[in-house]
């Protein structure tokens, strides 16, 4: 089923969750592996992502139990001193630590796989050109090649947002410093996961929604974690835009729907472009939306042969998706047949409540064609949250009418993200 006598080469393109996962099952099958990062090893997860910020989330949840718990009335409670640059200095050696542990020690000790530190190109469907980054070119020649170039934080066409030093995702958790007034752009899980943070560290945050917070999912979702944020005094501006931004003396200053605001840090995180402009996908042939490379249910793009997964393609951006995606594709290029199926993904917010979902939402489910019987459980009800004295936030079950058998779940709560396997465990074993 394989070329070159069952040992084909694979170059694969990106060094991040779904990359990693191709390059080491597709080794583990056989396969010889040329592995091509332009950038730092790692990818977004481990770098800039989901690792520095729930360290982040972490810390500053803690700063907040030190200035307010339901307890305090019985345990002392005191503003913590903030020293920033210390957090980021743990922060950032934790990433250090964990890209050589999962990521540059692994590849360096798999006989399989060699790293080329370039920028690759496709010339045709069986070979690529490297622009090494030391100088020189290199041209490989592939049996099958992988692109698992992952996205970045986009820029949104705001007059004037161009031209000042406002801050992504990725600069914000490495901010040395806790902006006094902090505007953030956005109401999706990365906007809100840092808006929360930044706030429980000292800032006065503002979050602008284009229309309200976490619009993709159940209303009611958004509707508590703004709540949430209200009791935090976390400012939530919905149906929001700004018009135009500028930056003098030190300030950023937005034309807003709702007035002039003001700010010492403008926190933009409006979604992701994918990295696939270098690539030359289009003159090979493989089919792009926005960007987004588009695969199939084995992961091959509209090329066969080249295939692709994570935050470049269509795929939803979870770092457990590019690694379950990448770990099929690898199993498809080297002979097997695997295919990704998303039907019982869990999503998870790391803000305080968590949200977490799996399955289908209850408009979702009429919109599939079911007849939906739903259940809402406000925490008022669960034992665990009394004690805890913490009942805000809620369950909702969401089940066919007629057999009972859950098709989806949606949770604000303490520890959502836990809870949420139990129900994925239910779903995917067409539970009732």
Wanted: aromatic share 4%; charged share 20%; glycine share 10%.
């Amino acid at each position: 089923m394989m070329s070159q006598a069952d040992n084909p080469h694979i170059a694969v393109i990106g060094s991040g969750g779904a990359a990693m996962a191709a390059a080491l099952k597709a080794a583990e099958n056989g396969a010889r592996i040329t592995l091509i990062e332009r950038g730092t090893l790692g990818g977004t997860c481990v770098n800039i992502g989901c690792v520095p910020s729930k360290i982040m989330i972490r810390a500053a949840h803690i700063a907040h139990q030190r200035r307010h718990s339901p307890f305090d009335a019985g345990l002392s409670a005191q503003k913590p001193v903030v020293d920033r640059p210390a957090l980021v200095a743990q922060q950032q050696a934790r990433v250090a630590e964990l890209r050589n542990a999962k990521y540059q020690s692994i590849l360096q000790n798999n006989p399989a796989v060699s790293v080329l530190h370039g920028e690759a190109r496709f010339v045709d469907a069986n070979h690529l050109t490297v622009a090494l980054n030391g100088g020189g070119e290199q041209t490989l020649h592939f049996d099958r090649a992988f692109i698992g170039t992952g996205a970045r934080p986009s820029q949104p066409p705001i007059p004037g947002l161009a031209d000042t030093p406002y801050l992504t995702s990725s600069s914000a958790l490495v901010l040395e410093s806790v902006p006094d007034r902090l505007v953030v752009i956005g109401a999706g899980f990365v906007a809100l996961e840092l808006a929360q943070a930044f706030a429980r560290l000292g800032s006065q945050v503002t979050v602008l929604a284009r229309s309200r917070l976490l619009s993709r999912e159940d209303p009611a979702i958004g509707e508590a974690v703004e709540a949430a944020f209200q009791r935090e005094g976390i400012e939530v501006l919905n149906q929001a835009q700004a018009s135009r931004v500028d930056y003098g003396h030190g300030e950023f200053v937005l034309e807003t729907s709702a007035g002039v605001l003001r700010a010492d840090q403008l926190l933009v995180a409006t979604g992701r472009t994918p990295n696939t402009g270098a690539l030359n996908l289009e003159g090979i042939g493989v089919e792009t939306r926005n960007g987004a490379v588009q695969v199939d249910k084995h992961l091959q793009t509209t090329v066969p042969g080249i295939y692709a997964a994570g935050d470049c393609t269509d795929q939803p951006e979870f770092v457990y998706v590019a690694a379950a995606g990448g770990n099929r594709a690898a199993i498809n290029m080297t002979g097997g047949e695997a295919i990704l199926d998303l039907s019982t993904m869990p999503a998870v917010m790391f803000a305080d409540p968590q949200v977490a979902t799996v399955g289908l939402s209850e408009r979702e489910a009429r919109l599939a064609g079911y007849d939906v019987d739903t259940r809402l459980l406000d925490l008022e009800n669960v034992p665990r949250a009394l004690v805890n004295f913490d009942t805000h936030g809620f369950i909702k079950m969401v089940a066919e009418r007629a057999s009972g058998r859950l098709l989806g779940v949606q949770a604000v709560t303490a520890e959502a993200g836990e809870l949420i396997q139990t129900a994925v465990m239910a779903i995917r074993g067409r539970m009732t």
